[in-house]
């Protein structure tokens, strides 16, 4: 059974390379020093860890706003709206601008342009123009976007999760709240 591997009871879990992952982050480290995601050195290391942190604030937001009740998620939109033009994208616009390369951190690609990146077109679902005052973050989109294992896994068919519908927030709601 699940449950027994599941060190916390809570999920996700992850099945990789003979191991049961647990814990959203230790995950991430895992696949991200796996696939040398996680930059050069200890200082890229601090500065990959301190952007995907914040960017996961955000990206909490998105991942819950199915499960609000309908009155709430209008004014859920709104509050991350808000929260990403305030907060967290004049951080990532200043980086890219000050940095001079494509990615956050270093000159290749690290967890932090990918989280980053999925942080942006989940959000971009909801509020499609949100990038409109932030043109590095616009151009990071699209070149990010355009690398080629990245773009295969957006193109439609691909195991890219589509977001969240009634019928899965009823599954979720039926097997954590019975």
């Known amino acids: 059974m699940v449950g027994n591997h599941l060190l916390f009871q809570q999920v996700p879990m992850v099945e990789i390379?003979?191991?049961?992952?647990?814990?959203?982050?230790?995950?991430?480290?895992?696949?991200a020093d796996k696939h040398h995601l996680f930059g050069k050195d200890l200082k890229?290391?601090?500065?990959?860890?301190?952007?995907v942190e914040g960017?996961?604030?955000?990206?909490?937001l998105i991942i819950m706003h199915p499960f609000l009740k309908p009155d709430d998620q209008q004014k859920e939109v709104v509050n991350m709206a808000q929260k990403a033009i305030i907060r967290y994208f004049p951080v990532f616009e200043k980086v890219l601008?000050?940095?001079g390369q494509r990615f956050l951190v270093g000159n290749q690609l690290s967890l932090a342009d990918v989280i980053l990146l999925?942080?942006?077109?989940?959000?971009?679902?909801?509020?499609?123009?949100?990038?409109?005052?932030?043109?590095?973050l616009q151009e990071f989109t699209v070149k990010i976007s355009n690398i080629p294992t990245i773009k295969k896994f957006l193109e439609p068919g691909s195991k890219k999760k589509p977001p969240p519908d009634d019928i899965y927030v009823r599954t979720v709601y039926n097997i954590f709240m019975p």
């Not at 390379?17 to 696949?31: A, C, E, P, W």
């Not at 960017?55 to 909490?60: A, F, G, I, Q, Y």
């Not at 989940?122 to 043109?135: G, T």
């Open 97 to 99: 601008r000050d940095h």
């Open 44 to 51: 890229e290391r601090t500065l990959i860890d301190m952007y």
């Open 55 to 60: 960017t996961l604030d955000l990206l909490e």
């Open 17 to 31: 390379d003979g191991m049961k992952l647990v814990q959203t982050r230790s995950i991430l480290h895992y696949i």
């Open 118 to 136: 999925q942080t942006i077109l989940a959000l971009e679902e909801k509020i499609p123009n949100i990038l409109s005052a932030f043109p590095h």
